[in-house]
């Protein structure tokens, strides 16, 4: 039976007594499969003299086996966790995972699309950013489904987020009730869905409970450098400026540490005169001194609930649920309320 | 002119006014170009109905303008550092940047290293882990640099890492010169070649100063869970078996973080009666109370020395510099020695 070149990929799976799918993945060098595997499939594949038919092939595999994920700054422990948690997931069900990072970058971010789709991604989850995704950047149709971001591109678009709007009620909520008058909102001067939200259940708390809107207690910061500088800048800056506020609802967690050690640096103590509520919940604000009261936002369970939605799209199944997908945020309290 | 098939590429880029290097970048959707650009190259190209010879396009595209780089944990902020730093490198030489989290699992690691292969990525930048590289996943010659981690699998293998002998050295010593006499290492059990260079210069430090080297205070960790809880829960075991010491190199600052926590836990003061030395310079070791005396990696430098050879490795010049490049450390000292 040697040189026989008719051999099929079913013949081969049988002599090498592994699954036709195993053979495939072996032959398209994709997907997962032990050394062991590998070297019975290419010794019968060899000993066959067995072509490969790369058209046959390319028409067989309709999937690369692989997805992308575009995340804004994997230095902030919050979207790598996320990051982390969908890789595991994704490479346990056989695919591998190219993480994309965009530092903020719109430009980066369209680029990045481009060369995801270019490498034949299965699909591509999309934390945070702008609301409008580059689809001009995307030639194939391949699903995206959006962390945290709004996307405007497609009436049909999938998305997952915190409960932002919540979240920022009851940071605000927390600090009124610790006593709090003037509440300052550290946010961010980028249009992004999330900060819109918090500063809605910030306006919107402080409402409910009769506290005037002080458009100089919205302070926005441009992004241009590190969450901790901008924001102890910030509150050196009001201080120096005489500003009055005794809470700060900053809307991450390295901006509330960086208001926290912009209060130590004017010998202002925290929490009596002035109290603060961050967002995320990530170590920083469970290891500084004191430990800061924040929005704990579900990191697993947003990874979780993107990756699975991605998978059924790619899988072609149905989606039965709610394409916009809400989860719970709750409120650590610790030592700066 | 029109349906002129003929048309080449060189007159596309002269009626598109671009160079023939961007009408290139624009057919194979790959390296920096604007959105103008874009659409003034493809209006000629359907002007003219210019039909893309795909055989000729691959044999003059001879480079993806991709790179991989292999990282075993993103939510390491020192791993994640120096990942942000290549990326920002490469990206602004005009190539995307696809990272892979390994989880320091060996298979996964394999297999990016496969499937990254696939994707016909240009070169590999890999981050720590084991000394053997899988070359047998990879099967086109590309280049490939290590950052520290010292591969065996060419005897023209090119790397770049930290002092990591003279950190070991080092701390060891502060400990030493702080007056410890028990000086316990917070190690780990796998054989990675810093792991091994970090003992080696505690142990030579330990030797210069006359201090008996004690097998019961080379602690060696599984590697199993977080280093923080890893170190955290050995010193509390240390503890209660009554072993005594009164300084801690830790080998990375979470787990020098961990320790700090499990004294705290026992009451036991640092740096009063137990001093400690961590490794890396990452924010936690900054920002925990006291603050923790480290031995500070440049992750900017490994990061752009590394870069910089790949990129030269891939442009095919010639690398006249060593093969093997190690970048200094240096002490900062804080409120735990």
Known sequence: MNNN???SMKEIAELSGVSVATVSRVINNNGRF?????KKVMDIIKEYDYTINMAAKSLRVSTSK?????????????FSEIVLEIEKFFFTNGYS???????QDDMKER?????????????????SGREDIPVDSIK????????????????????VESDHYLGGFMATEELIKKGCKHILILTKSKSLSVN???????TDALKKHNHPIDDKLIVKLSGNRSNFEESRDAINYLLKKGIAFDGIFASNDWRAYGALVALNQNQIPVPEKVKIVGFDGISVSK???????TIYQDKKNLALEAADLLLSLIEGKNINSSQHIVIPVSLIERGTT
């Open 196 to 202: 819109k939200q918090r500063l809605d259940g910030y």
């Open 34 to 38: 032990s050394e062991d595997t590998r």
């Open 111 to 127: 680029e990045y699309f481009r060369s995801l789709d270019s490498k034949l991604v299965d699909g591509i989850i999309c934390i």
């Open 5 to 7: 070149k008719n051999i």
């Open 140 to 159: 194939r149709k391949i699903p995206i489904v959006c962390i945290d971001r709004k996307p405007k591109y497609d009436s049909s678009a999938i998305y």
């Open 97 to 103: 995972v190219f993480i994309c990072n965009t530092s």
């Open 287 to 293: 290891y500084c001194y004191p430990a800061i009261t």
């Open 66 to 78: 692989t997805i992308g994920i575009i995340v804004p700054d994997i230095n902030n422990e919050f």
